[in-house]
């Protein structure tokens, strides 16, 4: 269980895709003293499913432990599931939580994606995904992610417009850690804001 303090702390969900800085922001806010869990090797992911499938909480299992929420997917030869989707059963469930959209440029996420290395798998998530998509075309997977990528923005910016408690932000962006900070109306220390580079989700 969460200590006393902790527990006021309000729920944040990070709700970019992995290789959009979610280890960085995982760890940003796990040193700054909240408690987080990032990805947890799709376990995370499944629970959120498996909750919303028998009609209970979305975290439930995990949000008597945890206040902030990353890479919530999950994928193997045959499926990825891409749980931060959920943002609209999230809001619904956690009443005052906050949301923040973690985003790049286009191009370099793809890029990032593309490259990095599933070590489970042995296999590139590009490589990964043509199996998924049943195709020898590289470019047929670039331009499924590259759809995904622009519904889900269309999808968030629209449900997000009005929402009080609602930050996107540029993970290049040099005042990432003052923009978290102002969103939250919390003192977070910058120093614990760096770039982390992964071979797994992040």
């Not at 990032?112 to 490589?127: D, I, Q």
């Not at 075309?137 to 910016?157: G, I, K, P, Y």
Request: aromatic residues 12%.
């Amino acid at each position: 269980m969460l200590a006393d303090r902790k527990k006021s702390l309000p729920f944040v969900f990070i709700i970019g895709f992995n290789k959009t800085g979610t280890t960085a922001l995982h760890e940003f806010f796990d040193k700054n003293g909240w408690p987080s869990i990032h990805w947890d090797k799709g376990a995370l992911a499944c629970r959120m499913v498996t909750n919303c499938l028998e009609n209970r909480p979305i975290l439930e299992g995990y949000d008597s432990r945890f206040r902030v929420f990353s890479d919530m997917a999950v994928q193997t030869d045959r499926i990825r599931i891409e749980a931060n989707k959920l943002f609209p059963v999230l809001d619904r469930d956690y009443p005052g939580a906050y949301f923040i959209y973690n985003t790049r440029k286009i191009d370099d996420w793809i890029a990032s994606r593309s490259a990095n290395f599933v070590t489970r798998h042995k296999a590139t998530n590009l490589e990964l995904e043509m199996r998924r998509l049943n195709t020898d075309d590289r470019d047929t997977v670039v331009l499924h992610w590259r759809t995904q990528w622009q519904q889900f923005d269309a999808e968030v910016s629209q449900y997000f417009k009005t929402h009080p408690r609602f930050l996107k932000v540029n993970i290049d962006d040099q005042d990432l850690p003052e923009q978290v900070a102002a969103l939250l109306d919390h003192p977070m220390d910058p120093v614990h804001w760096r770039r982390v580079r992964t071979n797994g989700p992040s």
